[in-house]
């Protein structure tokens, strides 16, 4: 491999990578200020609830920004798709208040049933999503 492509290469890879760290901590900040509880001390406290919902929400938003990265023409392409990737992610929140009304008491309250739920539904719109980036 000659020494150009190897510093393209390296070049697409540290600047995909940067934007998707930028992306994930953007969406981890939205995520825990839009949710009326407190993930991460809840987590720290032992909440499996919480450890539950909030995992599922990760793996679900970086499925979707992995098939983005996978699929786009560009560092800005793909940046594009992950902010999508971002909003829907973000709606699932809103899909489990709309199902479960309880479902903002229920995770302080370290209700596994409702934790797993929202973590679920969050991993499977994910996959959902990653699934309609392949284009």
């Given at each position: 491999?000659s020494?150009q492509?190897?510093?393209?290469g390296?070049l697409?890879f540290?600047?995909?990578?940067?934007?998707?760290?930028?992306?994930?901590?953007?969406?981890i900040?939205i995520y825990i200020?839009?949710?009326?509880?407190r993930e991460?001390?809840l987590?720290?406290?032992?909440n499996i609830?919480?450890?539950a919902?909030?995992?599922?929400?990760?793996?679900?938003?970086c499925t979707?920004l992995?098939s983005?990265i996978?699929n786009?023409?560009s560092?800005?392409?793909?940046?594009f798709w992950?902010?999508?990737a971002?909003?829907i992610?973000?709606l699932a929140?809103?899909?489990?208040r709309?199902?479960?009304?309880?479902?903002?008491?229920?995770?302080?309250a370290?209700k596994?049933?409702?934790?797993?739920f929202?973590?679920a539904?969050?991993l499977g719109?994910?996959?959902?999503?990653a699934?309609c980036?392949t284009?």
């Open positions: 491999m020494e492509l190897l510093a393209h390296l697409a540290f600047s995909h990578i940067a934007a998707a760290f930028v992306l994930l901590a953007l969406f900040v200020r839009i949710t009326p509880y991460i001390a987590i720290r406290e032992g609830a919480a450890a919902s909030l995992s599922g929400a990760l793996l679900g938003y979707a992995a983005a996978a786009s023409v560092v800005i392409d793909m940046s992950g902010l999508v971002l909003v992610q973000l929140f809103g899909i489990a709309l199902l479960i009304p309880g479902i903002v008491s229920d995770i302080p370290n596994i049933a409702s934790g797993i929202l973590g539904l969050s719109l994910g996959m959902i999503n699934a980036m284009y």
